[in-house]
């Protein structure tokens, strides 16, 4: 089951750096301050912490915006699964 929740930008692990197009991240700072975050980013929950893959371009956005939480599709996954995300 996938729920959809608000999550502080602190307690995201992202553990695949990723260069991110700062013309993509500007145009997405103004669009969310325009009209929020439109698509939530997906994130998986294993034991309690929260780690992102996608959505890095939306993620850095609410960064240089200083909003300290984003909207994320929350999936509750083993670490077998994020085993699978890292190799």
């Not at 975050?37 to 959505?55: A, K, M, N, T």
């Amino acid at each position: 089951m996938v729920e959809v929740r608000e999550i502080p930008l602190n307690q995201i692990r992202r553990p695949l750096p990723r260069a991110n197009d700062p013309k993509k991240v500007a145009a997405l700072m103004e669009s969310i301050q325009e009209e929020g975050l439109r698509e939530p980013i997906d994130v998986l929950e294993v034991e309690g912490q929260y780690y992102g893959f996608s959505g890095c371009h939306r993620y850095e956005a609410h960064q240089r915006l200083g909003k300290e939480t984003i909207s994320c599709r929350v999936r509750k996954a083993p670490r077998s699964v994020l085993q699978r995300h890292l190799a």
